[in-house]
């Protein structure tokens, strides 16, 4: 199946609560803007698809400090798969039978 749930506790720094977990989809083709699951010096990640002043695409972190990762060949950065919906707990506490 395409479509794995996966949780990102720490994911503040990508815009996304930690209570929110993003649906990844990893059949589904990145375009520019989309929030991806990268794999980055080995070890999983969200970033954004962006490109740079040349036109190349890159991973854009949201953290400031992050520099942007290329997708060329021989880069450190891979796309894992796409995050396409977001799922989020409503109810306030645990859920009682």
Do not use: C, M, N, Y
């Amino acid at each position: 199946e395409p479509l794995i749930s996966v949780l990102f506790g720490g994911a503040i720094t990508a815009k996304i609560p930690g209570a929110i977990t993003p649906k990844v989809d990893r059949a589904a083709p990145p375009s520019t803007g989309s929030l991806v699951v990268a794999v980055v010096d080995g070890a999983f990640a969200l970033r954004r698809v962006g490109r740079d002043a040349g036109g190349r695409r890159v991973l854009q972190s949201a953290h400031p400090e992050a520099p942007d990762r290329a997708l060329d060949a021989g880069a450190e950065a891979t796309i894992w798969g796409v995050a396409r919906w977001a799922i989020h707990r409503l109810w306030p506490g645990r859920v009682s039978s």
